[in-house]
């Protein structure tokens, strides 16, 4: 009988031992299916058994299948490279030939296409590896000879000029290349792949009066955004050998236990008073998984939410983001304010993530300073279940590393992925912890304890943004007739991916993230200004020197959805931006990502009523506008001209320098239906003025109070106007 595996299939003619033929017999059909099969190519210039029989002074020693027997067994392998012992014996039957002929016929036809795919593929890989250390080569010598421009001497850090900055970054995607390749190439010459760690150690903070840390660009990041490293984070190694065992037992128990989770009603999920959210019934979930990490740590609460919903996006896709902790953050950068993956126990299987294992941390943030953020280390566990049909598990790992400073833990959450037709996909996403939350502020502990700041329902609303988001930089059907559309494919990607930058960039920087520490200016009150000062150095993504962030949040009694909407619109930008002057503000051009049209990336020009100023004039206003039902963001950050037309013709945005501002917009958690941003409900909304200001471009200088209190200043004006045109002024 046929098997699908042939552990022979690498040689030719493995001999049947089951088949009733004599030695003579099988040498005999060895030697024609080795002159049919090599000179399969002369069958098809012509050449026959009548040809043959015209050259009578040629011993004939061999039979060549004819031309018509080679062309249907050519046209039956691309449909069956692999026929049974039934489509062999009829394919004979119809042929004329013997069922062993053909048997070997298609054994020589599998060993021929196998070895010419692999010499191909070690060919081009060759050819790319060799090119890629020889660019490598030149990188490295250039760096160790540059010199500065001044003086002639070495070049010392933080004088790096803009081509040295390129050749460091292109360094860096020259080393990533190699070992893709490499991981590639093993699977041919069968060396096991070395191990690199996907996160470089942290660069050191360097105080400052105010300051806690540094710009630096720290792959393995959500966008490379990263000040230093946390306590918990950086404390946490790898699992030692004798730990794996106990964590692949506890992934596939954590596997089952989401699948369950994802798919049972009551009494296990009870519906919320309003009837809109799923409700977790703790009791029964003790009953129901008896096992686990253990039971609640004494003073943590539990937070447990499911959401469904169909995301514009393949599971294949999907899965790929999931499991790819760099495409992770990018995607949840709202979320996730850093994440790594400490060691990968599994790449999983046939060439994708099924049975994938990796051990991981990260840090999940709302943005806003007065919420902690919240430290884990788990399991990612990925598994097929199914044609179409994808889960992706967290488990907590504590147990392996008590801490006292653990204040999170992860039970089994994920999501479950369905296929879904015309490349969408169905996901059930499911978020269980337990928390400390004794830190949350008093204004924020609502939208907390509704599991709306770092639940499931705000997962997937992020999630099915980022899907459109995607979808619309993949978009080529883009309409030609409106004013100020962006329909160059290059230039709307490179624009895309500057955007992405920005809000990655904010987003990392205005939590209350354990990587940097806020001080507190002023009063006492919920709307204190909290301040922190960095050093930029030696990153083109940034202007060098220091750069001073202020941060705020306050609670208005207005929807989130006015309050967006009023800080997107340029025609309103007057009336909190007071850097603009008062000036016009235009729009130049924008790019839609999304079904709702705040869903925007824009480039706005600001025309200062005071024109004397021509450095103004030569500046524009990059802004990314985003909101779904659980958050909105509106982020800018100034961008030179010169900068944004090369990114606009399709040039790599990684070179413009950004320093973001904006605002991060929070339903309170009062409203009914969960708060929902989208809906006209009622409720208030907490608000998160953010601002980041070059306050000296030489990194080494002091930071003076005078700046610290022009920012206090700005950021202190911007919120009253906001509150005077919302009509919110306080009494």
Known sequence: MFQPTNMMEGQLHPLDMAQNTSESEIARLREEEFDSTKSGSENHEGASGDDQEQRPNKKKRYHRHTQHQIQEMEAFFK??????????????????????????????????????????????????????????????????????????????????????????????????????????????VGKPVVNYPLLSPPVPSRPLELAVGNFGAQPGIGGGEMYGAADLLRSISAPTEADKPMIIELAVAAMEELIRMAQMG???????????????????????????????????KCEASRETAVVIMNHISLVEILMDVNQWSTVFSGIVSRAMTLEVLSTGVAGNYNGALQVMTAEFQVPSPLVPTRESYYVRY??????????????????????????????????????????????????????????????????????????????????DRQCERLASVMATNIPTGEVGVITNQDGRKSMLKLAERMVISFCAGVSASTAHTWTTLSGTGADDVRVMTRKSV?????????????????????PPKRVFD????????????ILSNGGVVQEMAHIANGRDTGNCVSLLRVNCLQSANSSQSNMLILQESCTDPTASFVIYAPVDIVAMNVVLN?????????????????????????????????????????FQILVDSVPTAKLSLGSVATVNNLIACTVERIKASLSCESA
């Open 79 to 188: 449909e069956c490279p692999h026929p049974d012992d039934k489509q062999r014996k009829e394919l004979s039957r119809e042929l004329g030939l013997e069922p062993l002929q053909v048997k070997f016929w298609f054994q020589n036809k599998r060993t021929q296409m196998k070895t010419q795919h692999e010499r191909h593929e070690n060919t081009q890989l060759r050819t790319e590896n060799e090119k890629l250390r020889a660019d490598n080569m030149r990188y490295r010598e250039a760096l160790s000879n540059a010199s500065c421009p001044n003086c002639g001497g070495p070049t010392a850090i933080g004088e790096m000029s803009f081509d040295e900055h390129h050749l460091r970054l292109e360094n860096a995607r020259l080393r990533e290349e190699i070992d893709r390749i490499s991981a590639i190439a093993a699977k041919y």
């Open 538 to 558: 030696d990153d083109p993504g940034r202007p060098p020197g220091i750069v001073l962030s202020a941060a705020t949040s306050f609670w208005l009694p207005v």
């Open 650 to 690: 399709g040039g790599d945005p990684d070179y413009v320098a950004l320093l973001p501002s904006g605002f991060a917009i929070l339903p309170d958690g009062t409203s009914l239906h969960g708060a929902n941003i989208g809906e006209a409900a009622s409720g208030g909304s907490l608000l998160t003025v953010a």
């Open 566 to 577: 009023f800080l997107r619109d340029e025609n309103t930008r007057s009336e909190w931006d």
């Open 382 to 463: 990925c598994k097929q279940h199914g044609e179409g049909t994808w889960a992706v598990v967290d488990v907590s790992l504590d147990n392996l590393r008590p801490s006292p400073a653990v204040r999170c833990r992860r039970r089994p959450s994920g999501c479950l992925i369905q296929e879904m037709p015309n490349g969408y996909s169905k996901v059930t996403w499911v978020e269980h912890v337990e928390v400390d939350d004794r830190g949350v502020h008093n204004l924020y502990k609502q939208l907390v304890s509704t599991g709306n700041a770092f639940g499931a329902k705000r997962w997937v609303a992020t999630l």
């Open 266 to 300: 009551e009494p296990l999920w009870m519906t919320s008073l309003d009837g809109t959210a799923a409700v977790l019934n703790e009791d029964e979930y003790v009953r129901t998984f008896p096992r686990g990490i253990g039971p609640k740590p004494a003073g943590f």
